[in-house]
């Protein structure tokens, strides 16, 4: 009897917190999907009646016009009729549309060598460079707490800025801060994207989304969790059947397949191209 009882309590224990988690960094190995979810994917491509894995992640680019320094993420080249991989050099960009780097005074694409190498057009905020005085400088950063409410503007570091605080006061915040970082900056804290709730900043859940929003919530760097629309609410997925053959696949970053319904890959492959793109944003934001 108490055998049974505990049998039926683990099992609550399993229902009241099952979610559906996605690790948005792999996706399902090429050699379990169908056609649809082959065609759906950025990895595989089908040949054969079967869905295959490209030799190298540039080979997904099967026209030059895809396989530019740019749609590739400035890991592929057009060389020969076929796009292969390359590691690029700044000086190989003639044009400041096309450099990964920095566009100088002299037109030409270089890395950073200081601020006063770049005009208006160019001046690179990333590195922590203004444009005042008709010439590129140094960012003058400011001690926020020094700082009144009226003149709460700039940095104190290069990613590090100022804002007023709960307590109305002005006070410096990481550029990068994560919701829990930001318990102290309601606004803040709104602004990135969060909620403030009971005095602390945390992240949104399903629950917190509108009905055009309820698709998924980040969890972390790479994972997230999938929501669904019940009741003209928005809930955290229990299971995958409310998706069908033309959402699985994508809804899931390739972590479900379908065969027939929405069902989780055997074997999950790390996403090398996805998340190079990821790094890059974040390099050159």
Same mark, same amino acid.
């Given at each position: ?42 990895? +595989?491509? !089908?040949?054969?009646?079967? *869905?295959? #894995?490209?030799?190298?992640? &540039?080979?997904? =680019?099967?026209?030059?016009?895809? @396989? ?7 890991? +592929?080249? !057009?060389?020969?009729?076929? *796009?292969? #991989?390359?590691?690029?050099? &700044?000086?190989? =960009?003639?044009?400041?549309?096309? @450099? ?14 200081? *601020? ?170």
């Amino acid at each position: 009897m108490i055998v049974n009882q505990l049998v039926c309590f683990l099992a609550l224990i399993v229902v009241v917190n099952s979610n559906i988690t996605i690790d948005t960094t792999s996706h399902c190995d090429c050699s379990e999907l169908r056609m649809q979810d082959c065609q759906f994917s950025s990895y +595989c491509y !089908w040949s054969n009646d079967q *869905c295959e #894995s490209y030799d190298n992640y &540039c080979a997904v =680019f099967t026209i030059q016009s895809q @396989c530019t320094p740019l749609t590739t993420g400035y890991q +592929c080249k !057009w060389e020969d009729n076929s *796009c292969i #991989s390359h590691m690029y050099k &700044c000086e190989e =960009f003639s044009s400041n549309q096309d @450099c990964p780097c920095y566009w100088n005074k002299d037109n030409k694409c270089e890395e950073y060598k200081g *601020c006063s190498n770049y005009n208006e057009q160019n001046c690179p905020a990333s590195q922590g460079c203004v444009y005042k005085v008709k010439q590129c400088l140094e960012e003058d950063y400011v001690t926020c707490s020094d700082q009144t409410l009226a003149t709460c503007i700039g940095k104190e570091k290069l990613y590090t800025g100022c804002a007023i605080n709960n307590d109305n006061k002005c006070d410096s915040y990481s550029l990068f801060s994560e919701c829990s970082d930001l318990n102290n900056f309601k606004t803040k804290c709104v602004e990135y994207g969060c909620k403030y709730a009971n005095n602390k900043c945390e992240k949104k859940q399903c629950e917190d989304l509108t009905l055009d929003e309820c698709t998924s919530v980040k969890i972390d760097q790479k994972t997230k969790i999938l929501c669904e629309i019940k009741q003209q609410k928005c809930v955290e997925a229990e299971n995958t059947n409310y998706l069908n053959i033309n959402t699985c696949y994508n809804s899931t970053s390739g972590n479900y397949k379908w065969i027939g319904n929405c069902v989780e890959c055997d074997s999950l492959v790390y996403s090398i191209l996805l998340t190079y793109f990821s790094l890059l944003i974040v390099v050159f934001l």
